[in-house]
């Protein structure tokens, strides 16, 4: 691994993380195109994580400090929505161990990542379009709710298909965003509460991939094959850096690029987008260019 593959991973995961085109997709093309399919190492992934949890933790700020606030009973409406992240959690967690061996299986078939994009591609469609429609309403009450009015059972619904996509190639962004409008929420307010659900996702994504390392670290071992840096690489420090600062920059002009896309409904391009790399994937898939099917 050089300089430029940590920049480049640094990019396509702070970018891919929260624009609502597939991380996970998306980091999977590059490896197969940079390393003939292996993965990037552990440590790297994890630190690539921890940047993009850096960019929502500095953007979403005021919200964090609200959030925490309420978990110490001295902000009302902070304390609504740390039970609602909370709530949500509970089926992340439950769906997302439930399917992490197919997740595991899917990086070697790109052709699973090919239909969860023409998946998030519609999602994004469909969404989109009732967003257009609610904002053409002038009764308040037809034009969605907003964050304050989410309801547990909002929350579990946005959370359960964070757990059942995000490794599909099913956007987790994208996913969570569409189901929040079509439960009711507008469509600023799905994608904010999508957004602060983001850090507890990350964070305990960061944890599950750092129990990989704690073995060989515990046990003053050398690391996996599979877990360290290839033969050759440059400094894992100078490569982690750089892909990290990657990540936390792009990441956080990602949030913003996002936020200002739903708070007029401007979700299309994002579908198109969606649609042709799935597209590009199910025939990269079909006509072996990866090495892989």
């Not at 597939?22 to 630190?47: I, K, N, Q, Y």
């Not at 909370?86 to 990086?107: C, S």
């Not at 002038?138 to 964050?147: C, K, N, S």
Request: overall charge positive; hydrophobic content about 50%.
């Amino acid at each position: 691994m050089n300089l430029l593959h940590a920049i480049l991973l640094g990019l396509v995961q702070g970018l891919t993380e929260f624009l609502p085109v597939s991380s996970t997709a998306h980091l999977t093309l590059a490896e197969h195109m940079m390393f003939g399919g292996r993965p990037m190492p552990l440590a790297f992934d994890v630190l690539l994580h921890v940047g993009t949890l850096v960019a929502l933790a500095v953007y979403f700020r005021r919200d964090l400090v609200q959030v925490v606030m309420g978990c110490f009973g001295r902000d009302v409406e902070g304390r609504r929505l740390a039970l609602w992240l909370f709530v949500a959690m509970i089926p992340t967690g439950i769906f997302g161990l439930a399917t992490r061996g197919m997740k595991e299986a899917a990086k070697d078939h790109l052709w699973v990542y090919g239909i969860g994009l023409l998946g998030t591609a519609a999602l994004l469609f469909v969404a989109n379009r009732i967003s257009r429609q609610r904002v053409n309403l002038h009764e308040l009450d037809l034009a969605g709710r907003d964050i304050q009015d989410l309801r547990a059972v909002d929350a579990l619904a946005v959370g359960a298909i964070q757990g059942i996509g995000g490794g599909f190639g099913l956007s987790r962004s994208g996913s969570t965003i569409a189901i929040g409008v079509f439960r009711g929420l507008k469509l600023p307010a799905s994608a904010r509460f999508s957004f602060l659900l983001g850090m507890p996702t990350i964070a305990a994504a960061a944890v599950v991939e750092l129990r990989g390392l704690l073995k060989p670290i515990l046990k003053h071992q050398p690391f996996p094959a599979d877990l360290a840096f290839p033969p050759g690489s440059l400094s894992p420090v100078l490569l982690c850096t750089a892909g990290v600062v990657a990540a936390g920059v792009s990441g956080y002009l990602a949030i913003g690029l996002l936020d200002r896309f739903t708070r007029r409904p401007r979700l299309g391009g994002f579908a198109v987008y969606c649609l042709a790399m799935g597209l590009v994937m199910l025939t990269l898939s079909a006509t072996g260019a990866l090495g892989h099917h």
